[in-house]
């Protein structure tokens, strides 16, 4: 079975541009969460969705948004991009009923 | 405000002995917990889940968990160079994963 993809795999943008990261959960998860990893940090939690609905969110300012689509793939925004927004964005989806996360391979994102 | 704390090392062990990685965390409330291996570059993967007080053993990894002294740790047996990675150490409790920064792992040939 396929896992959780992402893409793009790497990005560069300037800073006050956009962008859209885009993530397919496992086949049959439901749920899907994105995570910002700095460097020698661990994974910050910055939204999760269920069927559609949002069920959390992280300390993240308003700039962050996200949403799921029928089928469960899901977009993550983030708007006028700041230096410190660096980092690589994970997603993960997680069985129904579970908290276990399954992590794709992540979006690199740089930003100048 | 949640916390996991872990040792950012890095640890240095020899091929063959056995890496000890502990974390602890703040909230009393936390039911599960997960440890991840990440490699550089790569994305978390996970080793292991721990729900009860008391180890839990898959192959070479034993996942240990103490809920009254808030306290979880991984024991690799018979350490591999292959191990060498960061492990991530998390905690969930009706709230999405916390994560440790994690500690660095080296295991030396």
């Known amino acids: 079975d396929a896992g959780v993809t992402q893409s793009p795999t790497h990005l560069i943008k300037t800073r006050g541009q956009h962008v859209t990261l885009r993530c397919s959960p496992i086949?049959?998860?439901?749920?899907v969460s994105w995570y910002q990893q700095v460097l020698g940090q661990g994974p910050q939690f910055i939204f999760q969705y269920y069927e559609k609905e949002e069920r959390g969110r992280g300390n993240f300012p308003d700039r962050f948004s996200a949403r799921q689509f029928p089928n469960y793939s899901s977009e993550l925004n983030v708007n006028a991009l700041l230096l410190g927004d660096s980092a690589l964005y994970l997603c993960?989806?997680?069985?129904?009923?579970?908290?276990?996360?399954?992590f794709g391979p992540g979006t690199r994102l740089l930003v100048l | 405000q949640k916390e996991v704390e872990q040792n950012s090392g890095p640890l240095s062990v020899p091929e063959g002995a056995i890496a000890s990685l502990n974390c602890t965390y703040s909230d009393r409330v936390s039911q599960s917990f997960f440890w991840y291996r990440q490699y550089s570059g790569k994305s978390p993967e996970l080793i292991m889940s721990i729900y009860s007080n008391g180890d839990k053993e898959d192959g070479r990894f034993t996942a240990q968990l103490n809920k009254a002294s808030q306290y979880v740790s991984l024991l690799i047996r018979d350490s591999q160079p292959s191990d060498s990675a960061t492990y991530l150490c998390a905690v969930a409790g009706n709230t999405p994963l916390v994560f440790g920064k994690g500690t660095r792992l080296s295991v030396i040939a």
């Open positions: 993960a989806s997680s069985p129904d009923g579970e908290e276990t996360q399954y």
């Open positions: 086949s049959g998860h439901k749920s």
